[in-house]
Structures are given as structure tokens and as C-alpha cells.
């Protein structure tokens, strides 16, 4: 059974959204298994850019099922304004290609304000997904199969009385406006309610019948909530052991696709040893258009860190790599790569040179220049793991296939 399963091996927006696109359209399923509307994933076909929050990957290409698993925490409107715009740009929404676990956790109104109010030393989206997983985890949260039944107006006003009793931080006034919107709340999740349904039957199905199965990791390991830089990281496991827990099967993923970024970049706040606070930081913002696709904050920039990338290896035994960006490195004379850290947790570094080339939309491994292929390889050789494509630009062509991606 050919399984796959996509994941962001450092800080998230390592450009997971293009390899997932060009999975997605032989693939029968696509499954979202963690966080919610905290993610940003660029798809672009032609001269047409698509941006989804929530909604997988698979749906621009529309071949595939596309699964919200019971891991992901969903915003109703998020999500209803997400489908809207899609479909604006002409792709086709329909309740046998989209589906929503009902075990999924909502993410209201409330929790966004609690983000901005609890988590701001964080430096959080402000999407609401902390405060929806910490209701989730103290079972006082609101799943989506109260759409199904009917029910989920009760549970908003309950929920908000909950709220108001536990939380003094939040203002009495606020409340009130929280409890005025729940009727406009109760009609969006009536609009989406032909899209929930219990997952977990459909997708075990799917795995006994062999189908082509992608799951779509979001954000990168280390903004994990058990494996990252906590305090500063996301609410779910962003890692392996999410698509597990957040699907409700147990497959064996033939290829664990890390999506690798030839540089490194974090969103928000907490550690991040390789960060460059110079010029050299800025060139490396400006050549990959470093902006949040969520939030469009700047990103924090700074060079490949193959010691924490070690790690990442470990925590989800990636078998293929996806370096991307690369086309983002030309004109460096030396590059660093941080091989270790020193005991006061300074990066080591080992230099290898640069190249001038500009080599967007590179096809030929063999085409690119002679240093590029030397910082390649000695990523994979320190790694231990294959280096199958290099992404030479954000088109869906501009890939260097050096090992195939899909199983035949
Ligand atoms: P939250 O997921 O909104 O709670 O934010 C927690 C941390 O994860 C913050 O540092 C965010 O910037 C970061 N984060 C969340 N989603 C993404 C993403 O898709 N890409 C990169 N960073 C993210």
C-alpha cells in the first residue's frame, strides 16, 4: 500500500505545501492530522497562488478525498471562508471529497480571544489554537459531531459560562458580544454540517482496500508540543506520532517525506541557535520571501542547522528528504552549516563554499553548479538519509527529481 507521510523537519513553512500538491494529485486520500488554521500552505499552479489554511492540500488538484482528522482543531469560519475563496479561484467543494472528522475540536471565537490574551509571550498565530487544544484536553471542548446532532448552540452557551467562571481575565462585556454572535456561529456550522462525518470507518477502508494514501503534516517538528522548544511551540504533535493519534489508523508509511529548508527560519518567538541578526540574515529574508503565509509576519532567518536536523531524523525516521529553497542560496561566497553545538549551546560550524549561479527552476541535478551539488550531498551524507528531490523554485516544475518520489 503505497503511504506517504509529509512533514516539516524544522520550524514549520519549510515549503511542504508544493511537494504535497504534486503527491496529492495520484494520491486517493489526503489527511490533515494536527493544528488548524495556524498553518499557511502555498500551492502554485500556473499563474494561479492557492492558500490553504485547513482544507488539504489534494483539493486543488481535486483527485483525491480530502480528511480533517480528529487531531486538527477547526474554526467554522475560518473554514466556511476558506471553501469560499477556493471556490471563488474555481476549485469544487463537495462533501464527497471534503470531510470533516467529528471528532475534530472546534475552535470558537473565545479561544482566539484567549490566545491573544494568555499568549503573547509565545508569539502565537492568534488563531485560537492553544486555548481550543488546552479545552480539548481538559474535556471541556466542543467536537464537531455537536454539528452533527444538533446541539452545538447549547454547547457554545454552556462552554462560555464555563469560560466565564474559570477565566477572570476575560471582560464581562466580551462575553456578552460572545454570546450575541453564537446565533451567526450556529448557522456557519449548519452550512458545513453535510462535510462531518466519523473518519476513522472510512479511512480504515481505505488502508484494507490498498488505496494511495498522503498524510499532510503542518507546521515542523520542532514547534512539536512534546519534541520542540516548548514553551514556544503549537498545541499538537507535529510530528510523527500525530499522524497516528490524529487519524484513528494505523498505516505503514512507506515513504516519511521531510521537507527540509536549505537555510533555517522560525515564525515567532523561542530558541533558535543559527540565527543571523545581519545583513546576511536580510539577503536570506528577501531571496526567499520570508513572510508568514498566515499572519505575514517577517521570518526569523538564519543558517541550515544539521544538529537539530539530526534529531529530527530520529523523532520521525525519515527516509526521503525534500530539500527545498536552494535557489534561495546563490550568490553566498561561503555557506555555514551547524554540525554541533559548543557547551554554552552556540552552534559549531563547518563552512563550505558558495556559488553565484542563479539556478531557479533547475531541472538537472548535473546542471547545477559544482558547489551547490557539494552542499547537497554533504547534507545527506550527514544526515544518513537520501536527498530525493531538490526544489529549485516555488513552481510545481521547478524540481530536481534525484530519487523517485512515488512508489511504483
Ligand atoms: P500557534 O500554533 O498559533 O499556537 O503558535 C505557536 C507557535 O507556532 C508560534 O511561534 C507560531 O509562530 C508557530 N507556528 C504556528 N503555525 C505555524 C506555521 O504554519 N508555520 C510556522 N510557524 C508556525
Known amino acids: 500500500m503505497p503511504a506517504y507521510v509529509v512533514m516539516g523537519a524544522q520550524w514549520g513553512d519549510e515549503g511542504k505545501g508544493k511537494i504535497v500538491d504534486v503527491l496529492a494529485e495520484e494520491m486517493d486520500f489526503v489527511v490533515r492530522f494536527q493544528g488548524g488554521a495556524n498553518a499557511g500552505h502555498t500551492v502554485i499552479h500556473g499563474d494561479t497562488k492557492y492558500v490553504t489554511h485547513l482544507i488539504p492540500s489534494g483539493i486543488i488538484s481535486g483527485n483525491s478525498i480530502n480528511i480533517i482528522g480528529n487531531g486538527c482543531v477547526v474554526n467554522p469560519t475560518a473554514l466556511y471562508e476558506e471553501m469560499e475563496k477556493l471556490r471563488q479561484q474555481g476549485i469544487t467543494i463537495s462533501p464527497d471529497k471534503f470531510i470533516v472528522s467529528s471528532a475534530a475540536h472546534m475552535v470558537l ?40 446532532d444538533g446541539s452545538s448552540e447549547e454547547a457554545y452557551r454552556e462552554h462560555l459560562d464555563f469560560v466565564e467562571k474559570v477565566y477572570a481575565i476575560v471582560e464581562k462585556e466580551e462575553i456578552k458580544v460572545l454570546r450575541n454572535d453564537i446565533p451567526e456561529l450556529v448557522k456557519t456550522v449548519e452550512r458545513l454540517k453535510p462535510f462531518v462525518q466519523d473518519v476513522r470507518p ?163 541535478y548535473d546542471a547545477l553548479p559544482e558547489n551547490c551539488r557539494r552542499y547537497i550531498e554533504f547534507v545527506e551524507d550527514f544526515l544518513g538519509v537520501s536527498i530525493g528531490i531538490v526544489s529549485t523554485g516555488p513552481d510545481r516544475d521547478h524540481i530536481i527529481e534525484r530519487h523517485p518520489i512515488f512508489i511504483s
Open 109 to 148: 471565537p473565545i479561544h482566539q480571544y484567549l490566545d491573544r490574551v494568555l499568549n503573547e509571550k509565545i508569539g502565537t498565530t492568534v488563531r485560537g489554537i492553544g486555548p481550543a487544544y488546552t479545552d480539548k484536553v481538559q474535556r471541556t471542548g466542543i467536537r464537531w459531531e455537536r454539528a452533527c
Open 202 to 364: 472510512l479511512l480504515a477502508q481505505a488502508v484494507k482496500e490498498n488505496s494511495k494514501i498522503l498524510f499532510e503534516g503542518a507546521q515542523g517538528t520542532f514547534l512539536d508540543i512534546d519534541h520542540g522548544t516548548y514553551p514556544f511551540v503549537t498545541s499538537s504533535n507535529t510530528s510523527i506520532g500525530g499522524a497516528y493519534t490524529g487519524s484513528g489508523v494505523f498505516l505503514n508509511f512507506d515513504k516519511r517525506v521531510a521537507i527540509v529548508k536549505s537555510y533555517t527560519t522560525r515564525v515567532g518567538e523561542g530558541p533558535f541557535p543559527t540565527e543571523l541578526f545581519d545583513e546576511t540574515g536580510e539577503t536570506l529574508r528577501r531571496n526567499g520571501n520570508e513572510y508568514g503565509a498566515t499572519t505575514g509576519r517577517p521570518r526569523r532567518c538564519g543558517w541550515l542547522d544539521l544538529a537539530l536536523l539530526k534529531q529530527s531524523c530520529i523523532i520521525n525516521g525519515f527516509n526521503y528528504i525534500v530539500f527545498s529553497k536552494v535557489s534561495c542560496l546563490s550568490g553566498f561566497e561561503t555557506l555555514k552549516v551547524a554540525v554541533d553545538y559548543a557547551s554554552d549551546g552556540s552552534p559549531v560550524y563547518q563552512e563550505l563554499p558558495g556559488w553565484e549561479e542563479d539556478i531557479l527552476g533547475y531541472t538537472d
